[in-house]
């Protein structure tokens, strides 16, 4: 089954970006294609007794990104923080382990400015992993999500189609360039 990769660099799993990724996930179901998800959070560093659980880590993760159709980045973006846990999980990763696959960055809260910053900031890891550009980019700040009482927040309809959009041109991607694949192949 074809799957949707996302790698997160959120502090905790339930925030905003944790809403996001449902909301994601049920977009990405609807077009029939999974979404996974691997939290830097997660990432066991530190002592050397956590040694062989950072390499199984790592390794699973490498595993996971070689089969994903598509990378899907999700990282809370603010002027004053660089996405630190986002980059220690990258760091890890071996070179052009993006190669040929479309890449998206969705950054909640801060300001649409400071997606710029957010991928500036991943600019030399994202080019060490072989992405030559970002397929699409989503900014969600507080504007396009809606709490009611005490209930989880939601994405706004906007936010939602916005996403949707962003997949949806993931998805051409990643057709054209299997057809590009499978012309090369009957030609040869």
Same mark, same amino acid.
């Given at each position: 089954?074809?799957?949707? +990769? @996302? +790698?997160?660099?959120?502090? @905790? ?7 996001? /990724?449902?909301? #994601?996930?049920?977009?990405? !179901?609807? &077009? ?15 002592? $050397? ?5 950072? $390499?199984?880590?790592? =390794? $699973? @993760? ?10 899907? /980045?999700?990282?809370? %973006? ?5 996405? #630190?846990?986002?980059? %220690?999980?990258?760091? &890890? ?11 998206? +960055? ?9 997606? #710029? ?15 030559? =550009?970002? =397929? ?5 700040? @507080?504007?396009?999500?809606? #709490? ?15 996403? %949707?959009?962003?997949? $949806? ?7 054209? &360039? ?6 090369? !192949?009957? =030609?040869?």
């Amino acid at each position: 089954m074809t799957f949707f +990769l @996302t +790698l997160s660099g959120s502090s @905790t799993k339930f925030s905003k970006s944790g809403f996001l /990724l449902r909301t #994601t996930g049920s977009i990405l !179901e609807q &077009r029939a294609i999974e979404l996974r998800a691997i939290h830097a959070v997660d990432l066991p560093i530190g002592e $050397d007794p956590n040694r062989d659980l950072t $390499d199984q880590f790592i =390794a $699973d @993760t490498i595993d996971q990104i070689q089969q994903a159709a598509a990378i899907l /980045l999700l990282t809370p %973006a603010t002027k004053e923080s660089v996405p #630190t846990l986002l980059i %220690a999980l990258l760091e &890890r990763i071996p070179d052009n382990s993006f190669l040929k696959k479309p890449v998206l +960055l969705f950054a909640t809260g801060g300001l649409p400015a400071h997606v #710029t910053i957010l991928e500036r900031a991943l600019r030399r890891e994202l080019l060490r992993l072989g992405t030559t =550009a970002i =397929a699409a980019k989503v900014h969600l700040g @507080t504007g396009n999500w809606i #709490t009611v009482g005490n209930d989880r927040p939601r994405l706004s309809r906007g936010a939602e189609r916005e996403i %949707a959009h962003s997949i $949806d041109f993931a998805l051409r991607e990643i057709r054209l &360039r299997e057809r590009k694949e499978l012309t090369l !192949e009957f =030609a040869g």
